[in-house]
């Protein structure tokens, strides 16, 4: 069965889990009688699939059916992208290399978000390269993640908190991110997934407490109690935990907004900035609160009856969910106080004439031009 008859039920039924490389042999040739070509790329007919997946891939012949035993062409989760558990950089000049570098992520690190670990990859290389790029203005860094250009394009406060430390990091250094696709960036990924075992994480210890500092300051409007029920609801509400597993997948977002499950396609205009923190998603510093939890938000933003504006600005410092501007304004259009007490426009009071003797005695006109 060809790829291009493979239904696409089956293609949705694999996970896009990370295979490690198989490193292969070259072996004698001398007397071979059949050759082939492998996809080492792509794993295709390398990797082994196991019996669950076997029976996915069934098809059928004039002399019964079959499975497949390894990956076959047209499955595209096959493995091809960079290692999940390790990182690795190269340094290039007039396209040729001077230095390699690569290291095995920390378990804080293996849990960060994809977009989090391309930004890290780039700390490590300026880390490790500083002598060679420190001070040059003629630096290009070549990322296959795009996202990550558009990280680099916003104000630095509307960046996700780990992101910010790690470009405060990088503010020594003069350089322009491009982006490239994967195909033409090899080495790098061959690097991470061949990555050498070096200890100690990328960020110092004090960058890391600076980080969870001010994590925890974001949310210090928040009771202890509340974030824990925050987390919990976060855990049942179906659309978070679509939006967390997107966030912290290998894959990241689709390039096509159209491509993306319906439920969060509401946060794919500002996808650079949503995060997931010890299982809170933010917006930025703003705290997305699940479904069963928007209501009374509402009425705690609006407890103080402070009108349309000093809410949603109260809102736009603390919390965060699709709609929530409408839903202020729904909020607020419906309590009695707020209407009896809003600003109104201040009515003109009367200026009346005195009562005319005679016909004519006062003419009025609301236009004017010289005879």
């Known amino acids: 069965m060809s790829a291009l008859h493979r239904p696409k039920p089956l293609l949705k039924r694999f996970r ?176 991470s997934r061949a990555h050498v075992n070096e200890p100690g994480p990328i960020l110092t210890g004090e960058d890391i407490f600076l980080t969870r500092l001010e994590e925890l300051n974001s949310v210090q409007q928040t009771s202890s109690p509340r974030m824990e029920q925050i987390r919990r609801e976060t855990a049942q509400d179906s659309e978070l935990k679509l939006l967390s597993h997107i966030v912290k997948s290998s894959s990241g977002w689709p390039e096509n907004k159209r491509k993306l499950d319906p439920r969060i396609a509401a946060y794919y205009d500002f996808r650079d900035e949503m995060n997931i923190v010890d299982g809170v998603a933010f917006k930025g510093t703003r705290i997305v609160i699940p479904q069963t939890m928007r209501t009374t938000a509402i009425e705690m933003l609006h407890a103080a009856h402070q009108g349309m504006v000093k809410t949603k600005q109260l809102a736009r410092d603390l919390l965060y969910w699709p709609g929530i501007n409408k839903q202020i304004e729904d909020t607020i259009s419906r309590c009695g106080p707020c209407q009896e007490h809003r600003a109104r426009q201040q009515k003109e009071s009367l200026m009346p004439m005195p009562i005319p003797t005679r016909p004519l005695e006062h003419v009025g006109m609301d236009l004017f031009d010289c005879l």
Do not use: W
């Open 16 to 191: 896009h889990n990370h295979v490690g490389h198989t490193s292969l042999a070259p072996g004698r040739c001398g007397k071979a009688r059949y050759f082939t070509v492998l996809d080492a790329n792509q794993g295709y007919f390398q990797l082994q699939l196991d019996e669950r997946s076997n029976d996915y891939t069934v098809f059928n012949t004039s002399f019964g059916r079959f499975r497949y035993r390894r990956l076959p062409m047209g499955i595209t989760s096959a493995p091809g992208d960079a290692s999940q558990s390790g990182i690795g950089c190269v340094l290039l000049q007039d396209q040729r290399p001077v230095a390699y570098r690569s290291k095995a992520l920390t378990t804080a690190e293996y849990a960060y978000a994809q977009i989090e670990k391309e930004l890290l990859v780039i700390v490590f290389a300026f880390k490790k390269f500083h002598t060679y790029v420190y001070g040059r203005t003629d630096v290009t860094v070549e990322t296959d993640h795009l996202p990550l250009i558009r990280i680099f394009q916003k104000p630095l406060h509307q960046v996700p908190l780990r992101l910010q430390k790690m470009r405060m990091r990088l503010q020594g250094y003069d350089f322009t991110l491009v982006h490239k696709k994967g195909t033409e960036i090899p080495v790098a990924d061959a690097l």
